[in-house]
């Protein structure tokens, strides 16, 4: 008799590329433990995106999906700030 491997799931996580002009966000949804954690280019949400209005922009899809508990790891690279927050939306969105 055989034995199989024992699987084990390591942190799944669901990942989604979003493009807006010249800016590329990748972006990676890990379930969170009751708390929500964002980060972008290892830095957190807040300081990368200083501008409130930005802010607002790429929360828009979880503040409509009504996501309690998270942690998501974005990559983004190439355009403005601007552009790049609305990549990351659409990393979210997908």
Do not use: C, W
Request: no cysteine; glycine share 6%; charged share 30%.
């Amino acid at each position: 008799m055989v034995k199989k491997p024992k699987i084990t799931k390591i942190n799944t996580y669901h990942e989604a590329i979003g493009r807006r002009k010249t800016a590329v966000a990748r972006v990676r949804i890990l379930p969170g433990d009751n708390k929500q954690e964002i980060t972008i280019n290892n830095k957190d949400f807040t300081s990368y995106f200083s501008v409130k209005e930005l802010q607002d922009v790429f929360m828009e899809p979880l503040t409509k999906s009504e996501t309690k508990s998270y942690k998501i790891s974005i990559k983004v690279f190439g355009g403005g700030l601007r552009a790049q927050a609305f990549a990351v939306r659409h990393g979210l969105s997908r």
